[in-house]
């Protein structure tokens, strides 16, 4: 190997030190166990898939999949995320079961980085997928359950934004025309480039009162007395229906107690194409970027032969520690420290004391350079040695 990639990681992958891990284990376990009290059940997906299936149906960009090849010349990826093989898995393994279909996981996704600027090619997502109801009760039970984990993890200042694609794309479609040029904006709208938005508006060849319209969509963003709003900018059927399943979905929550962490996003576009109705992320204070994200997905099923509507979300986990700012701290641990001849005993009572729950770490003294700055390292030390270099007989 060259000396040049000897300490180096390939783009966007990081390591992960026993702190954050031991952070990251304890807000899994927290999340987990508050999905399971609502009915999830937990399952894995194999890390790499087939990239015609998986690969193509995941509506992650091409370039940013990670792809190899099998011994048989199929193209493989690693999943880039969990929305897809979770439709796999239920069109196949689980085809025998009955909808709905509620399913919980946690799994690492790995997305290809261009260029290096903080963003993770690997990443740890935790999440739901509520499959085979269409229902604005299942759209509220999930997005009940992820505030719930959020703060069940330790979350305390965050909002939750919802918006529905339908009511973007019913209002651009109606305004400039076709999907093409919709589709123009919404990427603006995705990005959040709100300054691009209004230029490109400008320039298009539209009525005032379009140009209006279209503009007033940036204001839509804040409590439920937006409903209102929105209906004025919304002249097509398809358009007043999103809204008449936000406000019940509004009510709902309200019901769950929740709406002082809910605000309404009538422009918020994600990512993810195969999302077809109501769509949430969720931010804290303490970051720029959001935590987690999801929405209804209805025709993704139809792409593995068994359709149904669906819903679900996704939270990053170590965006999630970052926002609640707390690390897990350190587990108490001992050193039993042990000279060659009094080895025996020294084992038999590092096995006493784990026995009784406590972590142990058993060091043979001649292993050591500097016995003294062990002290720093373990919350006690001790010594089951003849004489140790204070020239004391073994500590007990």
Same mark, same amino acid.
């Given at each position: 190997?060259?000396k040049?990639?000897?300490f180096?990681?390939?783009?966007?992958?990081?390591?992960?030190?026993?702190?954050?891990?031991?952070?990251?284990?304890? *807000?899994?376990? +927290? %999340?987990v166990?508050?999905?399971?009290?609502?009915?999830?059940q937990m399952?894995?997906?194999?890390?790499?898939?087939?990239?015609?299936?998986?690969?193509?149906?995941?509506?992650?960009?091409?370039?940013?999949?990670?792809?190899?090849?099998?011994? @048989?010349?199929?193209?493989?990826?690693?999943? =880039?995320?969990?929305?897809? =093989?979770i439709a796999?898995?239920?069109?196949?393994?689980?085809?025998?079961e009955a909808?709905?279909?509620?399913?919980?996981?946690? $799994?690492?996704?790995?997305r290809? @980085?261009?260029?290096?600027?903080?963003?993770?090619a +690997?990443f740890e997502q935790?999440?739901?997928?509520?499959?085979?109801?269409?229902? &604005?009760?299942?759209?509220a039970?999930?997005?009940?359950?992820? %505030?719930e984990?959020?703060?069940?993890?330790g979350?305390?200042?965050f909002?939750?934004?919802?918006g529905h694609v339908?009511?973007?794309?019913?209002?651009?479609?109606?305004?400039?025309?076709?999907?093409?040029?919709?589709? *123009?904006?919404?990427?603006?709208?995705y990005?959040?480039?709100?300054?691009?938005?209004? $230029?490109?508006?400008?320039?298009?060849?539209?009525? $005032?009162?379009?140009?209006?319209?279209?503009e007033?969509?940036?204001?839509l963003?804040?409590?439920?007395?937006?409903?209102?709003?929105?209906?004025k900018?919304?002249?097509?059927?398809q358009?007043?229906?999103?809204l008449?399943?936000?406000?019940?979905?509004?009510?709902?929550?309200?019901q769950?107690g929740?709406?002082q962490?809910?605000?309404?996003?009538?422009?918020? &576009?994600?990512?993810?194409?195969?999302?077809?109705?109501?769509?949430?992320?969720?931010?804290s204070?303490e970051?720029?970027?959001?935590?987690?994200?999801?929405?209804?997905?209805?025709?993704?099923l139809?792409?593995?032969?068994?359709?149904? @509507?669906?819903?679900?979300?996704?939270?990053?986990?170590?965006?999630?520690?970052?926002?609640?700012?707390?690390?897990? =701290?350190?587990?108490r641990?001992?050193?039993v420290?042990?000279?060659?001849e009094r080895?025996?005993e020294?084992?038999?009572?590092?096995?006493?004391?784990?026995?009784?729950?406590?972590? &142990?770490?058993?060091?043979?003294?001649?292993?050591?350079?500097?016995?003294?700055?062990?002290?720093?390292?373990?919350?006690?030390?001790i010594y089951?040695?003849?004489k140790?270099?204070?020239?004391?007989?073994?500590?007990?």
């Open positions: 190997m060259s040049l990639f000897m180096e990681k390939p783009l966007g992958m990081r390591d992960t030190l026993p702190e954050l891990y031991e952070t990251k284990k304890q *807000l899994r376990t +927290e %999340i166990n508050e999905m399971k009290q609502w009915g999830y399952v894995e997906t194999p890390t790499v898939e087939y990239y015609d299936t998986i690969g193509a149906s995941s509506a992650i960009l091409d370039q940013q999949l990670f792809k190899l090849m099998d011994s @048989q010349g199929y193209t493989l990826v690693l999943r =880039p995320d969990m929305t897809a =093989p796999r898995l239920v069109s196949s393994s689980l085809k025998t909808y709905p279909i509620r399913l919980g996981y946690h $799994s690492n996704l790995f290809a @980085q261009q260029h290096e600027g903080g963003r993770p +690997e935790i999440g739901v997928e509520l499959i085979g109801d269409g229902t &604005v009760s299942a759209d039970e999930t997005i009940a359950l992820m %505030i984990s959020l703060k069940r993890a979350l305390e200042s909002k939750l934004a919802i339908g009511f973007v794309d019913a209002l651009l479609v109606d305004i400039v025309g076709n999907k093409e040029r919709a589709d *123009l904006l919404r990427r603006f709208l990005e959040k480039n709100y300054v691009g938005f209004r $230029s490109h508006i400008k320039g298009l060849n539209l009525s $005032s009162i379009d140009k209006k319209r279209l007033g969509l940036l204001k963003r804040g409590g439920q007395h937006l409903f209102n709003e929105a209906e900018l919304a002249e097509s059927e358009g007043q229906a999103a008449r399943e936000l406000r019940e979905l509004w009510d709902v929550l309200e769950y929740l709406s962490y809910i605000t309404i996003d009538l422009n918020l &576009v994600l990512h993810m194409s195969y999302y077809t109705g109501t769509v949430f992320e969720v931010y204070q970051l720029g970027v959001p935590l987690g994200s999801g929405g209804r997905y209805d025709e993704l139809q792409q593995f032969h068994r359709p149904a @509507q669906a819903i679900g979300f996704g939270v990053r986990l170590d965006l999630l520690a970052e926002a609640i700012g707390q690390t897990v =701290p350190p587990e641990r001992q050193c420290i042990f000279s060659r080895r025996n020294a084992i038999e009572r590092a096995q006493k004391l784990r026995s009784e729950g406590e972590i &142990v770490v058993l060091q043979d003294l001649a292993g050591v350079d500097n016995v003294d700055q062990m002290s720093d390292e373990y919350d006690e030390i089951v040695i003849g140790s270099k204070r020239g004391d007989s073994a500590h007990e």
